[in-house]
C-alpha cells in the first residue's frame, strides 16, 4: 500500500521559509518520478513541482519557480520542498504524489500540510 506522510507547514510571514518532508513507503521510490501539488482554500489542485527519479530533472510551475526547490533523498524515501520568499498565494495545504506530472492531480497523496503565509 502507497503510503505518503506530509510534515513541515505552518504559519510563516510573507518573504518567509519553510521546508517540506514527505515520508514514504509501500512502493519503489528510487524509481519513481515525485510531484508536489497544492490546494488553495476554496480553489482546485494545483501541480507545483516534479522531479526524476535520480533527480536529475526537476520543474515548476511558473508561480513557484525561483523561489521553490524539490529534492529528494532517495536511500531515506523522502520527498522534500523547499519554500522561499513566500507570498500570501503560497498559502494552500501542500500534497506529495507519487506521480509525474501529467498524473499529479489524479495521483494518491497523503494528507497534506497545512502552509499559511500571512503576517
Known amino acids: 500500500e502507497v503510503q505518503l506522510e506530509e510534515s513541515g507547514g505552518g504559519l510563516v510571514q510573507p518573504g518567509g521559509s519553510l521546508r517540506l518532508s514527505c515520508l514514504t513507503s509501500?512502493?519503489?521510490?528510487?524509481?519513481?518520478?515525485m510531484s508536489w501539488v497544492r490546494q488553495a482554500p476554496g480553489k482546485g489542485l494545483e501541480w507545483v513541482s516534479t522531479i526524476s527519479s535520480s533527480a536529475s530533472t526537476t520543474h515548476y510551475a511558473d508561480s513557484v519557480k525561483g523561489r521553490f526547490t524539490i529534492s529528494r533523498d532517495n536511500p531515506n524515501k523522502t520527498l522534500y520542498l523547499q519554500l522561499n520568499s513566500l507570498k500570501t498565494e503560497d498559502t494552500a495545504t501542500y500534497y506529495c504524489?507519487?506521480?509525474?506530472?501529467?498524473?499529479?492531480?489524479?495521483?494518491?497523496r497523503g494528507r497534506g500540510t497545512l502552509v499559511t503565509v500571512s503576517s
Open positions: 504524489v507519487n506521480s509525474p506530472r501529467s498524473t499529479a492531480l489524479t495521483g494518491p
Open positions: 509501500g512502493f519503489e521510490f528510487n524509481w519513481a518520478w
